[in-house]
């Protein structure tokens, strides 16, 4: 595949950059992306774009209105969907075309589809359950294919920038959609009637202190799956949580927070009781 078709097609590959000009963006463009990332947060069918220059400047704006939302939830369900649709295209791709997008997120993939497991952790879940050999995950071609859209995810809903270094017309475009982005992502506690409604999972969904944190992970991943919430839309609610407790004096990190879910959504039977939380602090 010729290098402008590859990065019209997947505009976040490092060849992207040498499309990316130092052009002024209009307000008009930033209410453009302002509303493709509202369609993207509500799964609507992407637009492909033609040319290489426009695939990675609307790529390029998209990210800067989902930042300037700032809304956890909301950059995580635009990255999981924009991830997914990308892994689409992609597993239709000739071997060639998803080794070289694949190795972007993957430097150690080798033929037969292995990387290593420092690669792995990077970018994915799912180690433990994992084929793991000699320091390296073999993985098929629909396994390399998933992870790489973890990783996509990962890397699209992170922002390390300084928020006040984003252009004032992102916000402006994203301060218009984001009722409707509020509408479409309301967290589970929204929901009236459920046990993580109640004001002892509340509580805890606040942030709790060193100590404590591990077991009001746990509570809270309890209370979403009584309620039937999905995995996904569990750990991203505890990855809130973990930010929240964090901005104490010790970091309690998503990762720890991720492996409390992972653990109850296997033993989905256990109860909740608000006075075992009350007796635990």
Same mark, same amino acid.
């Given at each position: 595949?010729?290098?402008? =078709?590859?990065?019209?097609?997947? $505009?976040?590959?490092?060849?992207?950059?040498?499309?990316?000009?130092?052009?002024?963006?209009?307000?008009?463009?930033?209410?453009?992306a302002?509303?493709?990332?509202? +369609? /993207?947060?509500?799964?609507?069918?992407?637009?492909?774009?033609?040319?290489?220059?426009?695939?990675?400047?609307?790529?390029?704006?998209?990210?800067?209105?989902?930042?300037?939302?700032?809304?956890?939830?909301?950059?995580?369900?635009?990255?999981?969907?924009?991830?997914?649709?990308?892994?689409?295209?992609?597993?239709?791709?000739?071997?060639? /075309? !998803?080794?070289?997008?694949c190795? =972007?997120?993957?430097?150690?993939?080798?033929?037969?589809?292995?990387?290593?497991? !420092?690669?792995?952790?990077?970018?994915?879940?799912?180690?433990?359950?994992?084929?793991?050999?000699?320091?390296?995950? +073999?993985?098929?071609?629909?396994?390399?294919?998933?992870?790489?859209?973890? %990783?996509?995810?990962?890397?699209?809903?992170?922002?390390?920038?300084?928020?006040?270094?984003? $252009?004032?017309? %992102?916000?402006?475009? %994203?301060?218009?959609?984001?009722?409707?982005?509020?509408?479409?992502?309301?967290?589970?506690?929204?929901?009236?009637?459920?046990v993580?409604?109640?004001p002892?999972?509340?509580?805890?969904?606040k942030?709790?202190?060193?100590?404590?944190?591990?077991?009001?992970?746990?509570?809270?991943?309890?209370?979403?799956?009584?309620?039937?919430?999905?995995?996904?839309?569990? !750990?991203?609610?505890? +990855?809130?949580?973990?930010?929240?407790?964090?901005?104490? /004096?010790?970091?309690?990190?998503?990762?720890?927070?991720?492996?409390?879910?992972?653990w109850?959504?296997?033993?989905? /039977?256990i109860?909740? %009781?608000?006075?075992?939380?009350?007796?635990?602090?």
């Amino acid at each position: 595949m010729e290098e402008s =078709e590859l990065v019209t097609r997947y $505009p976040f590959v490092a060849a992207s950059r040498a499309y990316l000009k130092d052009s002024k963006v209009s307000d008009a463009e930033f209410e453009d992306a302002a509303g493709r990332v509202l +369609a /993207t947060v509500n799964n609507s069918p992407a637009r492909r774009e033609s040319k290489p220059a426009e695939a990675v400047k609307n790529y390029a704006v998209e990210r800067l209105v989902l930042y300037s939302l700032d809304d956890a939830f909301a950059a995580r369900r635009y990255a999981a969907n924009k991830a997914t649709g990308y892994a689409r295209l992609l597993a239709g791709e000739e071997e060639a /075309t !998803i080794v070289r997008v694949c190795r =972007e997120f993957f430097p150690s993939l080798r033929p037969a589809y292995s990387v290593s497991v !420092i690669d792995f952790v990077k970018n994915a879940r799912g180690l433990a359950e994992a084929q793991v050999e000699g320091g390296r995950v +073999a993985l098929n071609k629909e396994g390399l294919v998933g992870v790489f859209r973890e %990783a996509l995810a990962k890397k699209v809903s992170s922002f390390t920038a300084d928020r006040k270094t984003l $252009p004032k017309n %992102a916000v402006a475009a %994203a301060e218009g959609i984001k009722p409707r982005v509020a509408e479409t992502v309301k967290p589970p506690s929204f929901f009236k009637g459920s046990v993580y409604s109640l004001p002892c999972v509340q509580k805890v969904r606040k942030g709790v202190m060193e100590g404590k944190r591990y077991y009001g992970a746990m509570a809270l991943a309890i209370a979403l799956c009584r309620d039937g919430v999905t995995k996904e839309r569990a !750990i991203d609610e505890l +990855a809130d949580y973990a930010r929240r407790c964090s901005a104490g /004096t010790g970091e309690f990190t998503e990762k720890e927070s991720r492996n409390a879910v992972e653990w109850v959504y296997k033993h989905s /039977t256990i109860g909740f %009781a608000c006075q075992a939380m009350r007796d635990q602090g």
